[in-house]
């Protein structure tokens, strides 16, 4: 499935930003869909991730240093998933991207910079 993230930028601490990221070329509904991040010097980190599940079997699993603030989601029928991120804090600065997965499988997008500084 092909990638394309969006709503990067720059914000103030305490501010909030959106992520999108839609997917084409396979049914997105097949895969699990995530989060990550890497900031400059740092392996890339899980920042949170939703389950393919429906109404009850959905699961979502955020990193400990976001939970709280950040809400993941996925709009199936627009192929979007999204991460609502409140009250950002400086070291949520990296790059951000989408990955969706099943099985071994998994596809990336290229990312998109989120900076938050004053």
């Known amino acids: 499935v092909q990638l394309v993230e969006s709503g990067g930028g720059l914000v103030q601490p305490g501010g909030s930003l959106r992520l999108s990221c839609a997917g084409s070329?396979?049914?997105?509904?097949?895969?699990?869909l995530a989060w990550y991040r890497q900031a400059p010097g740092n392996q890339r980190e899980l920042v949170a991730e939703?389950?393919?599940?429906?109404?009850?079997?959905?699961?979502?699993t955020y990193a400990e240093s976001v939970k709280g603030r950040f809400t993941i989601s996925r709009e199936e029928s627009n192929d979007i998933v999204s991460l609502q991120m409140n009250d950002l804090k400086p070291e949520d600065t990296a790059v951000y991207y989408c990955?969706?997965?099943?099985?071994?499988?998994?596809?990336w997008g290229q990312g998109t910079q989120v900076t938050v500084a004053s």
């Open positions: 070329g396979r049914v997105f509904s097949f895969y699990n």
């Open positions: 939703i389950n393919t599940g429906v109404g009850s079997r959905q699961t979502k």
């Open positions: 990955n969706a997965h099943v099985g071994e499988i998994h596809d």
